[in-house]
């Protein structure tokens, strides 16, 4: 059973701390791990993708992924309250092709104070 | 880049009727699509992977002569709820593989009545 699990919050942050949300997930194999953000009711928002072992950063947020522990995380510096929503980790099992399915997680809530 | 559009955003049927939902990629071409359920306050919950000329790959536990998938054309998929009951209300969203990941439509929520 390939799963990927996220606490489900809510993770409860000051307005301009920085936000660490983690998942694991359990196939060893697999290559390519994506976080989604999305807000009460709407669809998911990709946010960033990640491949290759180590820290990938797009403008605030920052994906880290050690494939030999099984774990992904995404950091979020200078949280602002609009970034209050739900975050989903979402893996690849199937390797790099975007047409096999992803398994996603819960999904962790996050709350940003202001 | 990597717009995903779907139609209805919102629909009331009543019970026993079928609703259509379409899922297109506007600006690049998807050979997989996936159409996913969400209830109030669960996760994503994956119903089948739809490729363009083929028949659609259903996830254990969804019935596929309920949910009708069609992927006609490399940007065009759409779901039909077929005798729609008010346990099939629910947030449909569709996502199309894009070449960095999947890229999810604004989803349809369905109410059946």
């Known amino acids: 059973q390939k799963e990927v699990e996220q606490n489900s919050g809510p993770l409860s942050v000051p307005e301009g701390a920085i936000a660490s949300l983690n998942c694991t997930y359990s196939?060893?194999?697999?290559?390519?791990f994506f976080w989604y953000r999305q807000y009460s009711g709407k669809s998911p928002e990709l946010i960033m993708f990640?491949?290759?072992?180590g820290d990938k950063e797009d403008g605030r947020f920052t994906a880290q992924l050690n494939k030999a522990s099984q774990y992904v995380s995404l950091l979020i510096r200078d949280s602002q309250p609009s970034d209050s929503a739900t975050y989903l980790c979402?893996?690849?099992?199937?390797?790099?092709?975007?047409?096999?399915?992803?398994?996603f997680g819960s999904g962790t809530r996050l709350l940003v104070r202001p | 880049g990597a717009v995903v559009s779907q139609h209805p955003s919102r629909v009331i049927c009543k019970s026993g009727t079928s609703v259509k939902i379409e899922c297109r990629s506007l600006?690049?071409?998807?050979?997989?699509m996936f159409w996913y359920r969400q209830f109030p306050k669960q996760s994503l919950m994956l119903m089948a992977t739809?490729?363009?000329?083929?028949?659609?790959?259903?996830e254990q536990g969804v019935e596929k002569d309920k949910f009708l998938i069609n992927h006609a054309s490399l940007t065009l998929s759409t779901l039909t709820v077929t005798s729609a009951h008010p346990e099939d209300s629910s947030f449909y969203i569709c996502?199309?593989?894009?070449?960095?990941?999947?890229?999810f439509g604004p989803g349809t929520r369905l109410t059946v009545t």
């Open positions: 996502s199309a593989a894009g070449t960095m990941g999947q890229y």
């Open positions: 990640i491949y290759s072992n």
């Open positions: 739809s490729n363009e000329g083929s028949k659609a790959t259903y």
């Open positions: 600006d690049f071409q998807a050979t997989t």
């Open positions: 979402a893996v690849n099992f199937g390797g790099m092709d975007s047409s096999y399915k992803l398994i």
């Open positions: 196939d060893r194999g697999s290559q390519s």
